[in-house]
């Protein structure tokens, strides 16, 4: 069964049922969900809570969600009076229990929910490594079959705080290939019969569940921040960010200003901000990722390297960014280390390269005076804690079911296709 809400095209305004659709019939635009105007949260630990403006019916009963605090020692070092940190990771202290480690798991609990309720059993995606282990994670959970296809640079990401299960199968792209060639194989894998794409950006479980960073922030803060800052590679949580805070807004109980976006990329591979720099809604790859696979060869959060990112479609990062007057940070390897430094010896938990870029455009901001000292900023530590796990749990490496040479190989070499044609 799936949930009652519909799925309403943002550029034609046509309605769906909320089954696993990804796309209008008419346009290119994003789906978005049509939720209650107000929310009501439901008396479980982690995302479940959120499950009014979720595109699920049964509440997840993980325990996984973003936990939002006010930061003291940060705060004091960038003379800030109002900023608040959302982490997601593994963090007992602060009760943050994503044992993978990063956001993505929160966009991995309602999508493999979303499909069980549409009936289908399988699931593949393209990832560079932070997604890939949330997706397994969550297969294994849920016996629910997972295909993920990662560059093999992303390979030291995929392991799992628990047994590797017969429901994930991972392939590997050899070296030379990176995110986007992965993204190519997986929708060729996608268009066999019985196995669905799980669409990005497009799916709005992904976007949603994302979305629950900004709502854990509203809930703790009363209200919704000035600003967001955050590493974008997809875009896909900063877009969930704007949509959440719309959502907020039509509640009426968290003010009615929205935040301004400030958005960050690791120098060389900056394609997003080069286009918003020149306020472009193409991203123009000569000009905006030239020699792009020797850049992101380059980036030291190499989850950020997206050559395809949600960025011009309607309801994508550019309109988001027009609409919140947002600004975008180009941050270098050696910024995003010494942030990195500061915020662990001040915050006291280790967190991903991708945060600390989002520290490092905090940094920024403050030096540039986007932020005003008593302006309600939300930083997001979108993955962390990996040291803190490791210490504790034993985790389990996922070993390759199969290798592919590059995106156009043949399906059969590297899959049991005979169960999945129609
Ligand atoms: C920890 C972390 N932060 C930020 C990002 C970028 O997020 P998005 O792809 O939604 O833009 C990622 C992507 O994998 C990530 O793992």
């Known amino acids: 069964m799936t949930s009652n809400n519909l799925l309403k095209c943002l550029e034609c305004g046509t309605r769906y049922d909320n089954d696993f659709r990804l796309s209008c019939d008419n346009d290119d635009s994003f789906l978005r969900m049509e939720y209650p105007e107000r929310i009501n949260l439901r008396q479980v630990n982690g995302i479940g809570k959120f499950t009014d403006w979720l595109p699920i019916n049964e509440v997840l009963t993980t325990t996984a969600g973003p936990v939002t605090y006010k930061s003291e020692h940060l705060a004091e070092e960038l003379g800030l009076t109002n900023l608040y940190i959302s982490f997601s990771g593994y963090w007992p202290e602060r009760d943050a229990?994503?044992?993978?480690?990063?956001?993505?798991?929160?966009?991995?609990?309602?999508?493999?929910?979303?499909?069980?309720?549409?009936?289908?059993?399988?699931?593949?995606?393209?990832?560079?490594?932070?997604?890939?282990?949330?997706?397994?994670?969550?297969?294994?959970?849920?016996?629910?079959?997972?295909?993920?296809?990662?560059?093999?640079?992303?390979?030291?990401?995929?392991?799992?705080?628990?047994?590797v299960t017969d429901s994930i199968h991972l392939i590997t792209m050899n070296k030379g290939n990176d995110y986007t060639d992965a993204i190519n194989l997986s929708q060729r894998i996608a268009d066999l019969e019985g196995i669905m794409p799980e669409g990005g950006a497009r799916n709005v479980a992904r976007r949603d569940g994302m979305a629950t960073v900004m709502l854990d922030a509203a809930f703790t803060i009363n209200r919704i921040p000035d600003h967001y800052f955050q590493a974008v590679g997809s875009g896909t949580g900063a877009i969930a960010a704007w949509e959440a805070s719309i959502r907020l807004r039509n509640d009426g109980r968290f003010s009615d200003h929205m935040p301004k976006l400030q958005l960050a990329q690791n120098l060389p591979f900056t394609p997003m901000?080069?286009?918003?720099?020149?306020?472009?809604?193409?991203?123009?790859?000569?000009?905006?990722?030239?020699?792009?696979?020797?850049?992101?060869?380059?980036?030291?959060?190499?989850?950020?390297?997206?050559?395809?990112?949600?960025?011009?479609?309607?309801?994508?990062?550019?309109?988001?960014?027009?609409?919140?007057?947002?600004?975008?940070?180009?941050?270098?390897?050696?910024?995003?280390?010494?942030?990195?430094?500061?915020?662990?010896?001040l915050e006291g938990v280790d967190i991903l390269p991708?945060?600390?870029?989002?520290?490092?455009?905090?940094?920024?901001?403050?030096?540039?005076?986007?932020?005003?000292?008593?302006?309600?900023?939300?930083?997001?530590?979108?993955?962390?804690?990996?040291?803190?796990?490791?210490?504790?749990?034993?985790?389990?490496?996922?070993?390759p079911t199969a290798s592919a040479k590059d995106s156009d190989i043949d399906l059969d070499l590297i899959m049991d296709t005979g169960s999945y044609r129609a």
Not at 301 to 316: E, I
């Open 273 to 345: 901000v080069n286009a918003w720099n020149e306020r472009r809604r193409e991203i123009i790859p000569e000009l905006d990722m030239p020699d792009a696979k020797s850049s992101i060869e380059k980036i030291y959060a190499d989850v950020l390297s997206n050559r395809t990112p949600a960025y011009s479609v309607t309801g994508g990062l550019f309109d988001c960014l027009t609409e919140s007057d947002g600004i975008m940070y180009a941050i270098s390897n050696s910024e995003a280390k010494s942030a990195q430094d500061m915020f662990e010896s």
């Open 354 to 399: 991708p945060s600390a870029v989002a520290v490092a455009s905090l940094v920024k901001a403050v030096e540039k005076q986007n932020v005003n000292r008593d302006d309600v900023i939300l930083l997001n530590i979108a993955g962390g804690g990996e040291k803190i796990l490791k210490s504790e749990f034993s985790v389990s490496t996922i070993k």
């Open 97 to 163: 229990s994503i044992k993978t480690c990063s956001f993505k798991e929160l966009e991995a609990h309602p999508t493999m929910q979303r499909l069980k309720e549409s009936g289908h059993k399988a699931i593949v995606l393209a990832s560079v490594g932070n997604t890939a282990r949330a997706f397994a994670y969550v297969s294994a959970l849920t016996g629910m079959d997972v295909y993920i296809v990662v560059p093999e640079f992303g390979l030291d990401k995929l392991w799992i705080p628990t047994e």
